[in-house]
């Protein structure tokens, strides 16, 4: 099983450049869909001090996220600098800052009143934060690629539900 940095390596994948190309074209589409949820739920739920806070944090942490998603796909790991920390550091921030964006966002969810997403929010408070965790305790491709499937599983159902309403 390989990390999911080496889908931009000429050594595992024949073609690199889709990923590198999906790298930069999905961080450079996904930067409007931050603002697009802080307007939903700031319409949808009653604004407090608190919340207004919390989903700043979210808009600003995903998109420090999404420009570092672009730059995956500048420095993956066949352009990854010496010791590959130019990719290192790119892909720490990215992360952190999808994880930080999805604490901000479920924590405004969960202690916001009339909110109908508590199960949402409840899943992204736990589980990103535990499988970073893991990966820190336990470093295999296989809890890297949960993580990035829970971030991708509470964006999706998240937008899912905005987009409904």
Not at 30 to 35: E, Q, R
Not at 51 to 68: A, C, H, Q
Not at 109 to 116: F, M
Not at 119 to 127: H, S
Request: hydrophobic share 50%; charged share 10%; glycine share 8%.
């Amino acid at each position: 099983m390989n990390y999911i940095s080496d889908l931009g390596s000429i050594e595992v994948i024949p073609f690199p450049y889709f990923h590198d190309l999906t790298c930069a074209f999905g961080g450079l589409i996904s930067i409007p869909t931050n603002f697009f949820v802080r307007k939903k739920l700031r319409i949808q739920y009653k604004d407090s001090k608190h919340s207004i806070l919390f989903l700043e944090l979210g808009v600003v942490s995903g998109v420090v996220g999404n420009i570092s998603y672009i730059f995956l796909g500048v420095f993956s790991l066949d352009r990854a600098g010496p010791g590959q920390i130019y990719h290192g550091i790119i892909a720490f921030i990215s992360f952190g800052g999808y994880i930080i964006s999805i604490f901000f966002f479920s924590l405004n969810i969960v202690l916001s009143h009339k909110c109908r997403l508590k199960n949402l929010g409840a899943f992204g408070l736990v589980v990103p934060i535990l499988l970073v965790f893991l990966y820190c305790i336990i470093t295999t491709p296989l809890i890297e690629w949960f993580l990035l499937s829970s971030i991708v599983s509470f964006m999706l159902f998240l937008e899912y539900y905005i987009f409904k309403v």
